[in-house]
Nanobody, 125 residues
């Protein structure tokens, strides 16, 4: 049974950093495009960042460019999201997701097959 387990969320102040991790099991991890999504209360889920199978390409939504970094370790079946200079508007539940998809399909959440349970990130002003 495929599992994606996120960790690293928490309550921080504006300007602080957090590092989210997602550990995958029972998955041919290196074959999957990985993404981080988030959903704030009352808002739709949005893509935060995505990374190709090899890690050679990444994409970030505009609001996090220059502040967040996605990376992966295929030997450890993990994907991380380093979040710096956090803002109150970054408050959300963050989910990692895995999709056996091409880069062209990586920005749409509906294309991802497996999802984690989410981890809460709260940024106070």
């Amino acid at each position: 049974q495929v599992q994606l387990v996120e960790s690293g969320g928490g309550l921080v102040q504006a300007g602080d950093s957090l590092r989210l991790s997602c550990a995958a099991s029972a998955l041919n991890f290196g074959a999957y495009n990985m993404g981080w999504f988030r959903q704030a209360p009352g808002k739709e889920r949005e893509l935060v960042a995505t990374i190709t199978q090899s890690g050679s390409h990444t994409y970030y939504t505009d609001s996090v460019k220059g502040r967040f970094t996605i990376s992966r370790d295929n030997a450890k079946n993990t994907v991380t999201l380093q979040m710096n200079s956090l803002r109150p508007e970054d408050t959300a539940v963050y989910y990692c997701a895995a999709g056996l998809i091409t880069w062209g399909a990586a920005r749409q959440g509906r294309n991802y097959r497996y999802w984690g349970q989410g981890t809460q990130v709260t940024v106070s002003s």
